[in-house]
């Protein structure tokens, strides 16, 4: 099975759980959707640690980094509760995922830290900081070609 086919096997079931497909509503970067933002960081996650042949755990890491950006809000709307989404969405990613899911302290860790400089506290797992790495690439990819960088 090679890394595609292993992720989707992994990802679909998640894919049904929770409010999922509401950050299908939402945009992240330019066209791209908070939903599409997260499968393509989970994906990219995932690649990284097969690739560099990182001993992790697998799903905890697919389903972290999906969660990670887990608001559920539009953070471009005019609001003063999305002055600091930067900042914040990470805390609130982190309250609407242990509301939906049983979380792992794995996936608890990328949630709460994917933000990391920008959030102080240091990332605990290596599952974590892979997140965290890849969600910058993504991101900078999105923001400079205007839409996610895979599409599976």
Known sequence: ??????????????LKEGNIKQ??????????TTLEHCIAVSYISFCIAKKWHIKCDYFSL???????????????EKDDSHKWHGFNHARKALQNAVEDFDLT?????????????????????RESYIVC???KICSS???????ACFAI
């Open 1 to 14: 099975m090679n890394y595609r086919e292993e992720f989707i096997s992994i990802i679909k079931p998640i």
């Open 23 to 32: 950050m299908e509503q939402y945009i992240q970067h330019r066209s791209t």
């Open 62 to 76: 697919v389903r972290g980094a999906l969660l990670h950006d887990y608001f559920l809000y539009d953070w471009h």
């Open 105 to 125: 302290e794995i996936e608890k860790d990328i949630i709460s830290k994917h933000m990391f400089p920008l959030n102080i506290q240091l990332p605990k797992y």
């Open 133 to 135: 790495m890849a969600d």
């Open 141 to 147: 990819y999105e923001v400079c070609f205007g839409c």
